[in-house]
């Protein structure tokens, strides 16, 4: 930019050097010098006219008075070169002026450019600063989800089975356990439905109990702190083998299931149980005498009162 304004101000002064106007030198006539020895010549003739009527009068030294004219006409050459360098002087001015701006321009280039750098940088930080405010954001809405799911699973519904009594063993009927619901939380649950087995296994037992298949639909709510009573009945007449090897412990009668409900925040919650009677209980069992009713003992199996995921 500056070697551009440089180069057009060089050109100016060089077109005004071009039109400079020196003195006419001593050898050569200048136009006004022409013009006045034509105006002469004719003075001449007239006078020469004159001479046959007029007495002779001495002629004045017409050279020096011409030499005296054109020393008297001469200055305007010189006003010429004077104005010529006050061109040259005036463009040498226009090129300081000029250098002078383009380097102010330069230094405002330099300085928008290093705005520039500083508004890239600060652009930076905030984009850094936004990506923080994101993650903030983020774990400020895992910290809130995180204490919904906290309130709503200090404040769902809880349900637990607890057996109370076992009626029919080694009787020619179908045995039948009560037992007991209760819920425990702080919210109703609702659309309760239990699915459970019974069967006699080998004691201890060597494989995992088969999956529940028999259900029991409750369509009543359990309010918290309410309980409900249930009962559950075998669905096969047990053979006298089978109670004798409960009775000698070799076997073990078991009640296992799971209990189904929705809570009151909408979702669907699974618990499960497992209960076994054993020859001691079921001796006291037999004889109502010896032990009063819901006050028989029991031993829960793994996964009683155990919450599932649904």
């Not at 003739?45 to 046959?52: G, I, L, N, T």
């Not at 404040?155 to 009787?171: K, N």
């Not at 076994?276 to 199996?301: F, G, H, Q």
Request: charged share 20%; net charge neutral.
């Amino acid at each position: 930019m500056r070697e551009l304004w440089i180069a057009g101000t060089i050109l100016i002064a060089f077109g005004a050097l071009a039109d400079l106007q020196l003195p006419t030198p001593s050898g050569s006539k200048p136009k006004a010098e022409n013009q006045q020895t034509a105006e002469y010549a004719n003075n001449q003739s007239a006078d020469k006219s004159k001479q046959a009527t007029s007495p002779v009068i001495p002629e004045p030294n017409n050279q020096e008075n011409r030499n005296n004219k054109n020393n008297n006409d001469s200055p305007s050459g010189w006003w010429s070169v004077a104005s010529s360098f006050i061109g040259v002087a005036v463009a040498a001015f226009t090129l300081f002026v000029m250098w002078r701006q383009t380097g102010i321009i330069d230094k405002q280039a330099d300085l928008l450019k290093g705005q520039n750098d500083i508004m890239v940088e600060q652009s930076a930080v905030m984009n850094s600063t936004l990506v923080e405010t994101t993650k903030a954001a983020n774990a400020n809405s895992a910290a809130v989800e995180l204490s919904r799911e906290t309130a709503r699973q200090q404040l769902r519904a809880y349900l637990s089975m607890v057996p109370t009594s076992i009626a029919h063993f080694g009787s020619k009927d179908f045995v039948v356990i009560h037992c007991e619901v209760k819920n425990h939380g702080q919210t109703p649950a609702s659309n309760i439905l239990c699915s459970y087995e019974m069967e006699i296994f080998p004691y201890p037992m060597n494989s995992p109990r088969p999956e529940p298949s028999k259900r029991h639909v409750y369509p009543g709510g359990l309010a918290p702190g309410d309980s409900m009573g249930t009962f559950f009945i075998h669905s096969e007449l047990l053979k006298d083998p089978e109670v004798s090897s409960v009775i000698s412990g070799t076997k073990r009668f078991h009640l296992w299931g799971d209990i189904n409900y929705d809570d009151a925040f909408g979702k669907e919650q699974k618990v499960g149980f497992a209960i076994s009677y054993s020859s001691a209980e079921l001796a006291k069992a037999l004889d109502p005498k010896e032990v009063p009713k819901n006050k028989l003992a029991w031993r829960y199996e793994v996964g009683h009162n155990q919450q599932k995921t649904t």
